[in-house]
């Protein structure tokens, strides 16, 4: 009888260990879509930039204010990759993307940050915005580094989005000349609030 009681209660304990796994594993924080965060597309010379202009694109990004620069590999050093954009071209930019993503969710943006060493100010600013609100002003200081420590920082923002779609948008807000705030690595999860924190 106690025999019977012990497997009896075993088997109960594996059931709640299983249940346990299931919900651990359930619904885990998945990418929105590839979009090219890593600013990879279209390929940059070695060393050189293309600075692009209002209206034009980046890949599958438009820039839709200023200018931006599209830095290729061995410019600078990417925080992931080999590219980055550096959101003050000749004057102050902004980038911007529109993709699909479920609706009524919570959203997590995160993205390496840093700055155009090359000259003053050595405090880079800019804003990230979804669907044109501001979710979070950022800021970088340059002092100290260099194109081969551009010392980038991870960020995260967490929003809840009722609509099927994302305009996701990077803007500098640093004084309008060649030297502004660069992003690179950016990434759009869909996920539970429990696990999309920032």
């Keep these: 009888m106690r025999g ?29 879509q590839a979009f090219d965060g890593d600013f990879e597309t279209p390929v940059v010379a070695p060393g050189r930039l293309v600075t692009y202009s209002t209206g034009q ?54 993205f390496s940050l840093a700055g155009n060493p090359g000259d003053a100010p050595s405090v880079k600013t800019g804003q990230l915005l979804v669907n044109g609100v501001v979710m979070r002003d950022f800021s970088f200081d340059t002092t100290g580094r260099s194109r081969t420590d551009m010392g980038y920082v991870r960020l995260h923002t967490v929003f809840f989005s009722t609509s099927t779609s994302i305009t996701l948008r990077f803007a500098s807000t640093s004084p309008s000349n060649a030297w502004g705030p660069v992003v690179d690595d950016v990434e759009v999860e869909s996920c539970p609030l429990a696990l999309c924190s920032a």
């Design 4 to 32: 019977e009681l012990r497997r009896r209660v075993a088997r109960a304990l594996a059931g709640v260990a299983a249940a346990a796994l299931v919900v651990a594993t359930a619904a885990p924080a998945s990418a929105v």
């Design 57 to 110: 694109h980046a890949g599958p990004w438009t820039v839709v204010g200023g200018t931006v620069d599209q830095l290729g590999a061995g410019y600078w050093q990417a925080a992931r990759g080999v590219q980055s954009i550096d959101l003050n071209g000749v004057t102050s930019g902004a980038i911007e993307q529109t993709f699909s993503s479920p609706p009524l969710a919570v959203h997590r943006v995160s």
